[in-house]
């Protein structure tokens, strides 16, 4: 069995509702529709993944 470490990614100020998520090496994904609902920009998403 292996364990696989993932870190969600919040929205800024609603920190209850992820973006996205990112695990160990880099590997994430986010979340597009909530992104564009939340007009999310893409130097937003690049502050909360630091």
Do not use: H, Y
């Not at 998520?21 to 979340?31: C, E, H, K, M, T």
Request: with cysteine; proline share 4%.
């Amino acid at each position: 069995m292996d364990i696989c470490l993932v870190r969600k990614l919040g929205v800024p100020d609603r920190s209850e509702l992820a973006i996205g998520a990112i695990a160990f090496g880099g590997v994430g994904i986010i979340n597009k529709s909530v992104v564009n609902w939340s007009k999310i920009s893409p130097q937003i998403i690049e502050k909360v993944t630091q």
